[in-house]
DNA sequence: AGTATACCCGACTATTTGTACAGGTACAAT
DNA sequence: ATTGTACCTGTACAAATAGTCGGGTATACT
């Protein structure tokens, strides 16, 4: 019996999110019952109850600002939750170190923390193109440890970076990273390739598509 | 008297961006004396202070968690501050709406927190081109409300975005936004034009560069 | 009329969390 | 030799914060 999201419990995760924007670290209940312009923080004990039965937010019992809010809080809220973004790879023949920039330190303002199981890359190249990944897509990269044949994986080869499929057979070569044009050979496993995420889902002027 | 970061800070700051990374939101003291393996909190207190001293956190006074990270943190830890990655503006004629993206609900995992004042879009077009904003470029934008002559901005023109040089002088047409690119017309202000943001750094194959 | 639900009040208690005090050790610089 | 600093112990306490009890009101549905 899932229940739609009610104004009120609406505005107590906006509330919660633009605290956290504010602050850096979640609310506390006095603080979110003076926001709701409520007398008892019984309101919010209801309220956060309600909100985590229904999946918009977690909560970490016996702890003070224990609150987290999941992707569906931030669905309701008509707000994105996003990934960050790391650089450039290549998707062709791999020739482009990932780029994570150094620059950052000049970015003006407070900024944010981020997960980092998560991330957004730009293709440059063709090797791809049968798997709709296309120079200059966007690919979200989750890392991982373990992969299955077929994956299309981030992966980084001697001291380069690029996008291919991952194959594992049960004869020669075994295992070995796959184009996905018929212009490039495949790239053979020896002691050179580490795989370093999954590709999840790719970008093509801002629609994000799930990988076949 | 600036010191150097030690190494017992140091690991503080390691625990409280770990922490962060998993739960959401800072530790506790008790927290971060048990991650350090240290019989009493004060020894807490000592290293917080020296951390808030020399920059690398800011604390909320009185308040349970009040921990923030700042930007000399991330360095200190030699993890980068990343913007979000928003979509792709135009850079061309304003053909392409900035697309932020409706298909994030099926990211994996718990999803960062960020601030809404910088971001990162996509170029396409070429009407940039005499300012080095070249098609495929990415640049670094930070929300504003005021703007300067010169400035380069990232607008909303009618339903579409872009990204052109705002001027204003004292002879018509008084306001315009300006393409770096002879192929294309100044677009003059009515009221159908909404300035966002400033662009204020522009990264070519990964490498972040500040705009003139 | 009865039941369920969303939302609320007020007062109280339990627990978590931060702060203060009073030191101690090791080390490097003056 | 003395001073300062980084880091630590242990105890006690105050403040912040979450949780509980026992209700109430309005609305919608059966």
Redesign the pocket.
Known sequence: ?K?DI????KQ?LGIIYDYFQGSGY????????EE?????????????K?LVENGYIK?S???????TLLPLGYEALGRQPMAPFMGVAAGGPPIQALAITGEWQTLPGGLAKLKDEVFVLRISGDSMINAGIDDGDQVLVQTQKYFVSGDIVFAQVDDETTVKRFMSTDQPPYLFLKPENPKYQNILFKDNIELKGKVISVSKSGQWLPIK
Chains 1, 2 share one sequence.
């Open positions: 019996m229940k009610t104004e009120r419990q107590l979640p609310p506390t209940f006095e603080e979110m019952r709701l312009k409520v007398a008892s923080n019984q309101s919010v004990v209801d309220l956060l309600k909560r019992e016996a702890a003070a600002r224990g609150l």
